[in-house]
């Protein structure tokens, strides 16, 4: 029985891991979870999963009356540490947001496993991360499709040598609008991803394509390589997850129906494969597989963020701090499609921070990149 630490248990990961540990109760147990806000989606959850901790960030008023008494719980913006428990043999890492570091480092520093949904913990700090992960032995277990694909694509070897990596990119909910047509798109316009179901942040993101270029940024953490041999296609169908050229030219390619609970349960059964419930593949049924390159003009975001990782050191972390309030702004129709470059832009233009990536100089540059945005468009 694998005993799973789940934090970030009410969003779209979170729910679709649940579905997983549902499907298989006889391999995988919940001794925590850990969620934001949403209280009446975790009240029933712990009542269901009956964890020995449970955290929120922040405590309700009716907490007693729906809690069973037994359950230890925990309040406050990062209680959810608390959550990664002795018990624990794996955590799943799923919240939102430069918040997954702190959950991820804490996990490493108590020697568990990670099934690692949240990439903005290896946006910001990939290179502390790794380290800390190899000193303490710890796995890092990729859920995002893409870069299990890729784990997939080669044999689960995380130091295998190869050409290049294929990620493939949706294109998002504004794939086909022209430059005209973005200027004024709003939040509602973005959230009506073309194949996924996803939390906001994310589907945002994936509208700017900050979502691919920060999964180029993770890929070159989790298989050790560099970003020249990260290449990015569009590919509308979500069918192809990604690809590897190996040595020798061969292409290796994953392939499923988009659902996410298939990378998610090979994260927690690795090395085993069990029955995911994901639907099949009806290949007389499937019309075509198409491939296009990114257009950088309608998505200058993309190629933003890549040099702000490329630069190194804290500028990740400025550039996701940006996106992370600009995107905030812009689901709460504050701000229009291009502000989103134009914050990541100018908190990067502004920045003079070092090279160092101790933990509190990505949470410093993290600040930083939020108060200028917030500044930058006059909002507290
Ligand atoms: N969704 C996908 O298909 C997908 C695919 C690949 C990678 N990812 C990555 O996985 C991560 C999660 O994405 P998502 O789509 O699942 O996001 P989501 O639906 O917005 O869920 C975010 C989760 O984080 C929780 N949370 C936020 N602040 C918290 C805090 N201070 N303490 C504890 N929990 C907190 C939320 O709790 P409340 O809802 O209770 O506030 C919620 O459970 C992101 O990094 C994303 O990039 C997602």
Known sequence: MKKIALIGSTGSIGKQTLSVVRRHSDKFKIVS???????????????????????????????????SSGIEFYSGENAFTNAIIDDADIVVVALVGFKGIIAVLDAIEKGKDIALANKESLVVGGELVMEKAKEKGVKIMPVDSEHSAIWQCLNFDFNATFNKIILTASGGAFRDFDMEKLKTVTAKDALMHPNWNMGAKITVDCATLVNKAFEVIEAKWLYNTSFDK????????????????????????????????????????????INSGVKSLDFSAIKNL????????????????????????????????????????????KIGYFDIYKAIFGALQS?????????????????FARNYVKALFGVK
């Open 33 to 67: 979870l850990a969620a934001g806000s949403n209280v009446g989606e975790f009240y029933n959850q712990v009542n269901e999963f009956k964890p020995k901790v449970a955290t929120l960030s922040y405590e309700p008023k009716d907490l007693k009356d729906n809690l």
């Open 230 to 273: 990260i290449d990015v296609i569009i590919h509308r169908e979500s069918i192809v997850h990604s690809m590897v050229e190996l040595n020798d030219g061969a292409v290796m390619a994953q392939l499923g129906f988009p659902s996410m609970e298939l990378p998610i349960q090979l994260a927690l059964t690795y090395p085993e494969r």
């Open 290 to 333: 198409s491939f296009a390159s990114v257009d950088y003009q309608r998505f200058p975001c993309f190629n933003l963020v890549l040099t702000a990782a490329k630069e190194g050191g804290q500028y990740p972390a400025v550039a996701n701090g940006a996106n992370e309030q600009a995107v905030k702004l812009f689901l709460e129709n």
């Open 351 to 367: 920045y003079y921070g070092g090279h160092h990536v101790h933990f509190e100089d990505l949470e410093s540059a993290d600040e």
